[in-house]
């Protein structure tokens, strides 16, 4: 049963979801084992994958038993059994969470959001195994649509950006399937390695109409991962929809986005033309600096602790798109890892941030007020995911940084380095503000005080099904920090063919 | 006059671009929600039609398969395979057209027009067989060795392609009226400066 | 915003028409798209491998199976979505927007028996769009949006809840639901049969006829879920749209 | 290259009190027990390095590889002369400062103690890290493992001061090692491509120009902003909120002696002096270390609050150290190296006794203090032995390490610097001695006339006066016995002192 993996990775939650839809009204409180269930098994498909693709290679399964490019085909290399495993880590973890939330947040909409939350997932996991630029597209609507709908379960603020967010998403995904139409125009081709090897055999390399596929596909997709100029719908929307939306979204959505990105600059136009023949410079990475330094001052003037969060993410993703048009093996294999690493990072912080919204109502900074002394066990998972985000060794950020910058100074792109540094900066800046106030609360007394023994403060910690994965996620950033070096080395092993050593600009 | 030449050819094309840059006009510079909805649904319409001509081919028909060719499908089954090298033959071709046009005579009124092109235009046929032979994807596979031209029908992929796109965007114009009315019940309005207002003064 | 939103237009308007100075003219037979061995192969070859005249529907079904599944997906998922948003259960009914909620209609002779009449027409073309897909335009999609337009028919003629009686709305969803397990089902029976997802293929197993027959059988099959998934999510959204998610009065 | 052998000591060494904070968490509810696990995993920390002693001295290093986490780089350890001495130093004193502890903080009742002990022993394991790293990557894994376990001590009050001055302490280190080290040792990385392990001589000469090497250089040293070098010394006296034994081991001892020994690895480990003498670009550094010298000196003239004199003495002693190094000349380096020891015995003895005035007497400030040595006649005769260390005249170890440094000056032949030297003795002199003067003649006659007696002696706790007779003690030994710290010390500049 191995050789099917590839597909049972999205069977999992994809069909446990219509069975939720279904048996939802009738036994709410099935929903959520079925969904945990689902995504534990989804998580070992896609572990049986990567084992797979790192003793074989390239995985082709062909749906339908149609070689490509008469069928669609999943193909998994190195990128995507990797980012699989992290989806449906992160969507596992979240799912944990969602238990105590989801039936306040949401008011009394358990089966449908599990349905919804299961559905995104599969979307996703399908948007990151897909071999065929077509099938992307469905899934990225399927994706999509989930978003909104999670996202307007939550409050008055959250509603109005979830309408903004579908504009927005609707223009980005129909950007991206108008460069597909552009590109199977030019080619007579739908399946994304079999485009690559009809632009190279035609001699496209000229054609202005793969150009503007090229732009359409890339701007699509910056509006979808919310890269700075086109951030706009995501604030807002991941700051006031319910938490556990937010934290499955947040990780999830944008970086898959930049997945999709690596994958059509690598496999559908190739290095050679995304970085050569169109040779944008060093626009993009400009561009990645302003969404950096931008997304760091936006969060620095935050009072909201998700609204901040949020603000971060835009920042993490000028880290990513930034990384990737460093055209140098590093860069890539730095923004290839941050998009693993980020995404732990995110759903960490996130889940923090729900649980302190759950406990205290309070949406802003201060809700973290004495933290320390009350819920000791939740500090320590969100200080390894804030340590993460400020890049302290040896959480997985750290290293993400590490090759980031490596890259910046390989290809001379300081502007970059030094934007990242500067961020690394504020995030510290930014945690610690938090970490005071949990430490100090919030107005600290004059003078000392000098507690006689230990504080009458009684610890009242978060449920079971918040602390698991809070704490589930913080030793997977300490893991995949302190064994980066395998993870490194299969991102490298991936990146190999595509000869970015070169230094292609 | 070449530009205008350009432009005929292509005329498909402007127009589609045309509508769209209206669609997404409406999506970002419109205050009232529906209307940018309104708005969507012209942008995804507008790539529709781009798609589909894209399949377009002249003198092509809907990619549904003629009856007789289905009917002789099962005849070559049974019957011998050697009349797959006489494709080359030009007088087998000349049949073959004699044969289609009379198709379209009897079973197939939709396409009288076609059969009219067919009859004027006999030679084009010819080339496009000699060319699908040089490109030999016909026989490569068919067991069957239908005599099929693929000139003769449209693109079926670009229709797929739409249909799906159809559906996306029943589905997103649905979600997008959904959010619309929660909005409006939560507001009382689907003006969007109006509900910002609303929110900047405050009661959340 | 008028002016930024100009020129996000301008722009893209004038990248967009960059790139049509390259495109092959319309309806150029030689067109990489007409001419590479993707759309040939399945003018081609289609009804030697499927034994479906229709190509469309072959390659809706079968070529590209896995894409329609994830179709069908996406309308259910609209649907769950609307319900996610929309639906009020119970009791905890906030304070309706200030609208007026409009009362239960009295029957209209004309109109009633004017439906009454039609629905069953209408309910059996529908049948007929979905079963000659095969043969002629139409299929699944095309048939289910049918049927469910004469559920809205009849909501529309009488009340929501009139129509409800019909389909009420756990039966509607369980009615979408099956759809998508029947299409599922010819994937993992084909996974379970030793194929890969959705080779109807292996199919011969359980379905008579050769090869060819089970791929056209099984795209009846899949059609018939789509069918059923679009009826009843169609219907749904209507419901939940036209009454503000309380499936209480509609227009 | 030194002979080398492996053997997992110097790991364990740096565990063992990373290990005790277990059972320090479990055995919160009785302080007794909790103690003696501190003291058993000091005890068993400072065997492990002192086993190592012989070795080292014998001219073999110790190595161990714990973790290969990047490609070409790994968390590794290994333990030489440099490393030896610092690792003593910090062990040692780690001993003296958990007696102090007791005395300190249940003598003033503070809240927390357990959260302090831990974090005390988290900070220690970062320190000898620090001490045994291998390569720069380790180093500056535990040098931030540093600054964030301080960050609870330094912050122990959590009232409005701490904050402040906990605010002030992160972000002046944490800003100048992720905005200077940081990227610093990736461009050093991506030159040399190398492991990045200390060398005898350093391994980055042939690697770089002479602009990026003194751009580097710039960037290490202030970086390191733990070495207090200006103007990256501000967090230095807002660290004063903490405790006394913070200040007393982390911010005389641990912390800044970590920022000069890593400045001086970067020196002697990565750049190496022949480089930096072909390079001519130490002597910016040399110069910035003679103003910080020079000014903190000054700027403690002026300071009343005792400890806040100290922690800008600190500053100055510090600085005397990068120079010593920034000098080039064998022996100013190998005076530097022996400063760490002796500056560390001599300062820790007088926080200590600053700590032992708070608890006994609670004043803080120099002006109340006249007369105060008849109550507390051991406390001041320890301060007053310290502050003889610190301004390096015998019978004290501070003279040993002076010497080496001036004559090192002379080596280089900078007589300019020669004349920083002397005068910052002088200043040192008119801000340390007065103290222990004023404290046992003081100028208030009626407090001159009181008659004293060991009966009207209100000493501190024996947990509190006793760690402070001790280094007071070591002081004196160590003008004594210094040999074997300058053995160490030569060893890392190819012969024996």
Redesign the interface.
Do not use: C
């Given at each position: 049963m191995t050789e099917?993996a590839p597909?049972l990775i999205l069977?999992f939650p994809?069909?446990t979801a219509?069975?939720v839809?279904?048996l939802g009204?009738k036994v709410p409180a099935a929903s959520w084992p079925l969904t945990i269930a689902s995504l534990g098994a989804s998580i070992c498909a896609t572990l049986t994958t990567l084992i797979q693709v790192l003793e074989n290679g390239t995985i082709r399964?062909?749906?339908?038993?149609?070689a490509p490019?008469?069928?669609?085909e999943l193909r998994i290399d190195g990128l995507n059994a990797l980012v699989a495993v992290t989806v449906a880590t992160v969507a596992f973890l979240g799912a944990i969470y969602s238990k105590d939330r989801v039936e306040s947040e949401?008011?009394?909409?358990g089966p449908?959001?599990y349905?919804?939350y299961l559905?995104l997932a599969?979307g996703l996991l399908?948007i990151v195994i897909t071999g065929?630029a077509?099938?992307l597209?469905?899934?990225l609507?399927?994706a999509?649509?989930?978003s909104?709908?999670?996202l307007?379960?939550g409050?008055?603020?959250a509603?109005?950006a979830?309408?903004k967010y579908?504009?927005m998403g609707?223009?980005g995904a129909?950007f991206y399937?108008?460069g597909v139409?552009?590109l199977?125009?030019?080619?007579?081709?739908?399946n994304m390695v079999d485009i690559q090897e009809?632009l190279i055999a035609?001699g496209l390399q000229d054609?202005?109409?793969v150009?503007?596929?090229f732009?359409?596909i890339t701007v699509g997709l910056w509006v979808k991962m919310a890269f700075f100029p086109l951030h706009a719908w995501l604030p807002n929307s991941y700051a006031f929809g319910p938490t556990t939306s937010s934290s499955i979204m947040a990780p999830l959505v944008t970086k898959v986005m930049i997945y999709v990105m690596v994958r059509m600059v690598l496999t559908v136009f190739g290095p050679v033309y995304a970085f050569e023949v169109l040779d944008w410079g060093n626009i993009v990475v400009w561009l990645a600096v302003i969404a950096i330094l931008a997304g760091s001052i936006g969060a620095l003037a935050q009072k909201d602790l998700r609204k901040m969060l949020t603000f971060l993410i835009i920042a993490e993703v000028g880290y990513m798109v930034g990384g990737v048009w460093l055209v140098d093996e590093t860069g890539m294999t730095g923004a290839i890892y941050h998009i693993i690493s980020d995404a732990f990072m995110t759903l960490c912080v996130f889940l923090f941030a729900g649980i302190v919204f759950a406990k205290t109502g309070a949406r802003d900074i201060y809700a973290v007020d004495g933290l320390f002394k009350k819920m000791p066990i939740t500090m320590i998972g969100f200080i390894v995911g804030a340590?993460s985000l400020?890049?302290?060794?040896?959480t997985a950020g750290f290293?993400s940084?590490?090759y980031l910058?490596?890259g910046g100074?390989?290809s001379g792109n300081w502007e970059y380095?030094i934007a990242l540094?500067i961020s690394?900066?504020v995030n510290?800046?930014l945690f610690?503000r938090i970490i005071?106030i949990a430490?100090?609360?919030k107005k600290?007394?004059?003078?000392?005080?000098?507690?006689?023994?230990?504080?009458h403060t009684k610890i009242s910690e978060a449920p079971i099904t918040q602390l698991i994965p809070l704490l589930g996620t913080a030793a997977i950033i300490l893991l995949i920090g302190?064994f980066?070096?395998d993870l490194?080395?299969v991102i490298q092993d991936f990146l190999e063919p595509f000869n970015l050593v070169a230094g292609i600009r | 006059m070449v530009a205008i030449e350009a432009l005929a050819d292509k005329f498909n094309y402007w127009v589609y671009i045309v509508i769209m840059m209206i669609g997404l006009y409406a999506m970002v510079s419109k205050n009232n929600l529906i209307k940018k909805l309104i708005g969507m649904s012209v942008f995804q319409t507008a790539i529709i039609l781009f798609y589909v001509s894209i399949g377009y081919k002249d003198e092509a028909t809907i990619p549904i398969l003629y009856h007789d060719q289905v009917h002789g499908a099962h005849h070559a089954e049974e019957g011998d395979h050697s009349d797959e090298g006489a494709h080359h033959d030009e007088t087998h071709a000349m049949e073959a057209i004699a044969k289609e046009a009379t198709h379209h005579g009897n079973d197939h009124a939709v396409d009288a027009d076609h059969a009219e092109v067919d009859e004027h235009e006999a030679d084009h046929v010819i080339d496009a067989h000699v060319m699908h032979n040089e490109s030999d994807h016909a026989f490569e596979a068919g067991h069957g060795g239908l005599d099929i031209d693929p000139n003769q029908f449209e693109n079926p992929l670009v229709h797929v392609l739409m249909l799906t796109a159809i559906v996306v965007g029943v589905a997103t114009l649905g979600v997008g009226l959904a959010i619309t009315q929660k909005l409006y019940g939560e507001f009382g309005t689907i003006e969007e400066h109006e509900i910002i207002e609303q929110l900047r003064t405050g009661n959340d | 915003m008028k002016f930024l939103g100009l020129l996000t237009v301008l722009i893209t308007g004038f990248l967009l028409i960059q790139a049509e100075r390259d495109f092959p003219d319309w309806g150029d037979v030689n067109s990489p798209a007409s001419s590479y061995k993707l759309s040939q192969h399945y003018i081609t070859q289609t009804f030697a491998e499927t034994s479906v005249p229709n190509m469309v529907t072959a390659v809706l079904a079968d070529y590209r199976g896995y894409d329609t599944m994830f179709e069908t997906v996406v309308i259910f998922t609209a649907g769950i979505a609307i319900i996610g948003i929309l639906r009020v259960f119970g009791s905890n009914i906030k304070p309706d927007h200030p609208e007026v909620v409009l009362t239960k209609k009295k029957p209209d002779l004309i109109v009633e028996t004017t439906c009454r009449l039609l629905i069953p027409i209408i309910q059996l073309f529908a049948l007929y769009v979905v079963a000659h897909g095969h043969h002629s335009p139409g299929g699944g999609f095309q048939g289910g949006v049918i049927f469910g337009a004469s559920f809205i028919l009849l909501a529309l003629a009488r009340d929501l809840q009139y129509a409800q009686q019909w389909v009420p709305e756990n039966r509607i969803l369980n009615l979408a639901g099956i759809g998508i397990f029947i299409y599922a089902g010819f994937g993992v029976a084909s996974l379970l049969l030793g194929g890969n997802f959705l080779d109807y293929g292996v199919l011969t197993a359980i379905i008579p006829g050769d090869v060819k027959d089970a791929h056209s059988h099984s795209m009846l099959g899949v059609e018939i879920g789509v069918a059923f998934t679009v009826t009843a999510i169609m219907f749904s959204i209507y419901s939940s749209l036209s009454s503000n998610g309380h499936m209480k009065e509609g227009i | 290259m030194n002979p080398a052998i492996t053997s997992s000591t110097p790991l364990l060494a740096c565990l063992a009190s990373l290990a005790a904070v277990l059972p320090i968490l479990l055995l919160r509810k009785s302080p007794n027990l909790r103690e003696s696990a501190t003291f058993v995993a000091g005890f068993i920390k400072f065997g492990l390095v002192v086993s190592m002693l012989p070795t080292i001295l014998g001219g073999t290093q110790i190595e161990y590889t714990l973790w290969q986490i990047l490609p070409n780089l790994s968390i590794a350890f290994r333990v030489d002369g440099l490393g030896m001495l610092f690792g003593l130093v910090a062990s040692s004193l780690w001993i003296l400062t958990s007696l102090y502890t007791i005395g300190y903080m249940r003598g003033l009742k503070e809240h927390s103690q357990t959260r302090f002990v831990a974090f005390f022993a988290v900070s220690l394991s970062a320190t000898i890290g620090v001490a045994f790293s291998a390569n720069l990557f380790t180093l500056y894994l535990f040098y931030e493992m540093l600054s964030l376990a301080t960050y609870p001590l330094v912050t122990h009050h959590q009232d409005k001061e701490a904050r402040t001055g906990g605010r002030t302490y992160l972000s002046y280190l944490l800003s100048t090692s992720i905005g200077f080290v940081l990227p610093a040792m990736i461009f050093v990385f991506l030159k040399t491509g190398s492991s990045m392990e200390f060398a005898e001589g350093g391994f980055l000469a042939g690697h770089v120009s002479g602009k990026e090497a003194l751009i580097l250089l710039l960037l290490f040293t202030f970086g390191f902003a733990k070495s207090g070098l200006m103007p990256f010394h501000s967090w230095l006296p807002a660290a004063m909120v903490a405790p006394t034994p913070v200040s007393a081991l982390l911010h005389a001892v641990a912390v800044v002696k970590v920022g000069v020994f890593c400045v001086i690895r970067v020196f002697t480990g990565v750049f190496g002096l022949e480089f930096l003498k072909t390079m001519d670009i130490a002597t910016i550094i040399a110069w910035a270390a003679a103003f910080t010298i020079v000014v903190s000196s000054l700027i403690a003239l002026t300071q009343d609050n005792l400890k806040r004199r100290l922690a800008f003495s600190t500053i100055g002693q510090l600085s005397y150290i990068i120079l010593g190094v920034a000098l080039l000349s064998d022996r100013a380096v190998i005076g530097s190296m022996a400063h760490i020891a002796m500056h560390a015995v001599g300062k820790i003895t007088l926080f200590m006794c600053a700590g032992a005035i708070f608890v006994a007497s609670g004043k803080k400030y120099i002006s109340q203090m006249d007369g105060l040595g008849k109550k507390m006649p051991i406390t001041f005769a320890a301060f007053t032995i310290g502050s003889l260390s610190v301004i390096g005249l015998p019978p004290t170890g501070g003279l040993i390490s002076k010497f080496y440094l001036v004559t090192g000056a002379m080596d280089a032949g900078q007589t300019a610097l020669l004349i920083v030297f002397l005068v910052s003795t002088m200043l040192n002199a008119a801000y340390l001695l007065p103290i222990g003067y004023r404290a046992f003649f003081p100028k208030d006659p009626e407090l001159a006339r009181q008659p004293f007696s060991w009966k009207n002696t209100e000493e501190a706790s024996l947990p509190c006066v006793l760690p402070l007779c001790i280094t007071a003690g070591l002081a004196l030994v160590l003008f004594i016995k210094p040999q074997f710290l300058l053995n160490l010390a030569g060893l890392m500049v190819g012969h024996g002192g």
């Open positions: 099917q597909i069977l994809f069909l219509i069975f839809a279904l009204a399964y062909y749906v339908g038993g149609w490019p008469f069928g669609i949401t008011e009394n909409k449908q959001y349905a919804l559905l599969a399908g065929d077509f099938n597209y469905v899934l609507e399927i999509a649509l989930t909104y709908a999670l307007a379960m409050n008055k603020r509603t109005l979830a309408f579908l504009i609707t223009i129909s399937l108008l139409g552009y199977y125009i030019k080619t007579g081709s739908l009809q035609n054609s202005s109409t150009q503007v596929a732009i359409m340590f400020i890049g302290i060794p040896p290293f940084k590490w910058i490596q100074i390989n380095v540094l690394s900066l510290a800046v610690f005071e430490y100090f609360g600290p007394a004059e003078g000392h005080i000098h507690h006689h023994g230990d504080d302190i980066n070096k490194v080395a | - | - | -």
